[in-house]
């Protein structure tokens, strides 16, 4: 199986919410989770990764996941079946529409950035020369699809 094959599962994988939600101790109902406390998962080990710190995206009802690109890996094109909520918490985020990957048009987002995924709506992301870990709201259930065939996983060096 091939780089881009293994990353392309991976990806799917990390989108389908395959991490277990966040298990803390909670006071009166609050939950707290400190930056180091947040429990990223990779399907494949390496690679982006994913955190859920509240609800289940795979479930009916309210949830919260962070997303972490290690620098110089993106998602491949995709769309989910409910909108989604993003904001870059650390970095610079670098996204872009549509079924083909097309680096020099990636638009980026810094930190405290929003950007609404509406359901449907063919998009992709990842991160440039630095870490980036974005916070997703949504209600769910929600499913990730992939868009097109295999892509070119090496990330150009954005603008």
Not at 11 to 35: K, M, N, Q, Y
Request: with cysteine; aromatic share 8%; hydrophobic share 35%.
């Amino acid at each position: 199986m091939g780089i881009v094959t293994k990353a392309s599962i991976g990806a799917g994988l990390l989108s389908l919410a395959v991490c277990l939600p966040v298990v803390a101790e909670t006071d009166g109902g609050f939950l707290r989770i400190l930056p180091e406390q947040t429990p990223f998962k990779s399907p494949l080990g390496a690679g982006p990764s994913q955190a859920i710190l509240y609800g289940d995206p795979s479930k009916p009802g309210f949830y919260v996941v962070r997303n972490r690109f290690p620098p110089g890996s993106h998602s491949n094109p995709h769309f989910h079946s409910q909108d989604r909520h993003a904001t870059v918490i650390k970095g610079v985020w670098w996204t872009g529409v549509g079924e083909k990957l097309d680096f020099k048009n990636a638009v980026p987002l810094k930190e405290g950035s929003y950007m609404l995924h509406p359901a449907n709506g063919v998009h992709w992301d990842g991160a440039g020369d630095e870490e980036v870990i974005v916070q997703i709201i949504g209600v769910g259930p929600v499913e990730t699809t992939p868009v097109g065939g295999e892509s070119d996983l090496n990330w150009p060096k954005p603008k």
